[in-house]
Nanobody, 125 residues
C-alpha cells in the first residue's frame, strides 16, 4: 500500500508561482513512475507531468512544458511540481500518482496504481 499526500495548493494571481509537494509513505524502490495530473470542474482528469523514480526521465504535457518542473527528493520521499507563469486555465485540483509497474504510457491515468487526495490550485486573472 502506498499513501500519497499532496500539499502546497492555494490561490495565486496570473503570472505567479506555486510549488506542490507529494509525500510518499512507502519506500520508493517499489515505484517506477510518479505523475501529476489535474482536473478542472466539468473536465476529465488530464496528464500534467511525470518522472521516472530511478532516473532523470521526465515528460510534460504541451500546455505546461517550459513553465512547470517535476522533481524528486529521494531523502524525503517527496515529488514536487514547481509551477511558474501560472495562467487562469491552470486552475484545477492537482493529484499526484504512483505507478508500481514499468510502463511507457506515462500520460495514461489508468496506468497509475495509487493516487493522492488532491490539492486545489486557483489562478486568478
Amino acid at each position: 500500500q502506498v499513501q500519497l499526500v499532496e500539499s502546497g495548493g492555494g490561490l495565486v494571481q496570473a503570472g505567479g508561482s506555486l510549488r506542490l509537494s507529494c509525500a510518499v509513505s512507502r519506500r520508493t524502490l517499489s515505484i517506477y513512475t510518479m505523475g501529476w495530473f489535474r482536473q478542472a470542474p466539468g473536465k476529465e482528469r488530464e496528464f500534467v507531468a511525470a518522472l521516472r523514480w530511478s532516473g532523470s526521465n521526465t515528460d510534460y504535457s504541451d500546455s505546461v512544458k517550459g513553465r512547470f518542473t517535476i522533481s524528486r527528493d529521494n531523502a524525503k520521499n517527496t515529488v514536487c511540481l514547481q509551477m511558474n507563469s501560472l495562467k487562469p486555465e491552470d486552475t484545477a485540483v492537482y493529484y499526484c500518482a504512483a505507478d508500481m509497474q514499468f510502463t511507457t504510457k506515462l500520460r495514461e491515468r489508468q496506468e497509475y496504481d495509487y493516487w493522492g487526495q488532491g490539492t486545489q490550485v486557483t489562478v486568478s486573472s
